[in-house]
């Protein structure tokens, strides 16, 4: 079984300050992580995907995520914020495990405000 | 041209109604997923196809029911629609072990 918990549904932060989402995972198995992200009225957009490579991931706009395995967490962070960078994200975790194929699991979202 | 596409983006209908939501894709993907999303809730799975042949239930199967036409395309069906399927519906399709692609988007509405 995998879920994962995103500890706060909304985050409110200054244009120009970092911007840290934080996310906890459980899984059986050795997983595979992700952030999507979805703007208003859009579809979701992958922001950046762990898979067990580096554990430090870089993905789009000036996002990361580190995958820290001892404390089943894949937060994501950006130095500087920018107002585009409003919008919901949503931290994801597929445990890959042929037959479950790549079924993900979502986690509530997390909403992201940026003022000026 | 958008990779996944979905008809309609915006529909409302009554009670008691049946419904198609469709999708389709030019990625060439084998597999194929419906979600929906509910505020608060993020995306949970109704039902995923891992090719023509093959379709399976998801989380929240109940009510629903699809069909998979070809390999680029993958239905949703709601014989008879209820106020609590009122929700945002993504389509979404991948290549085995990678990531998924999403489609823009059905709302739904059922009053």
């Known amino acids: 079984a995998q879920s994962v918990t995103q500890l706060d549904s909304h985050v409110s932060v200054s244009e120009g300050t970092p911007v840290l989402l934080r996310c906890n995972y459980s899984s059986s198995y050795s997983p595979s992580l992700f952030w999507y992200v979805q703007h208003p009225n859009k579809g979701l957009q992958l922001l950046l995907k762990y898979t067990s490579a580096a554990t430090l991931v870089k993905g789009i706009n000036g996002f990361e995520a580190e995958f820290k395995k001892s404390e089943t967490s894949f937060h994501l962070t950006k130095p500087s914020a920018h107002m585009s960078d409003a919008a919901e994200y949503f931290c994801v975790v597929s445990d890959g495990v042929t037959g479950g194929g790549n079924k993900l699991t979502f986690g509530t979202g997390t909403q992201l405000k940026v003022e000026l | 041209d958008a990779d996944v596409t979905q008809t309609p983006r915006n529909r409302i209908t009554k009670t008691g109604k049946r419904i198609m939501l469709e999708c389709s894709q030019t990625?060439?993907?084998?597999?194929m997923y419906w979600y929906r999303q509910d505020p608060g809730l993020g995306l949970q799975l109704i039902y995923y196809?891992?090719?023509?042949?093959?379709?399976n239930k998801g989380e929240i199967s109940d009510g629903y029911s699809v069909s998979r036409q070809a390999q680029a395309k993958f239905s949703l069906s709601l014989e008879s629609a209820i106020p609590n399927q009122t929700a945002l519906y993504f389509c979404?399709?991948?290549?085995?072990?990678?990531?998924?692609?999403f489609g823009p988007g059905t709302r739904l509405t059922v009053t």
């Open positions: 979404a399709t991948s290549d085995p072990g990678s990531q998924q692609y």
């Open positions: 196809s891992f090719d023509v042949k093959d379709i």
């Open positions: 990625k060439g993907h084998d597999r």
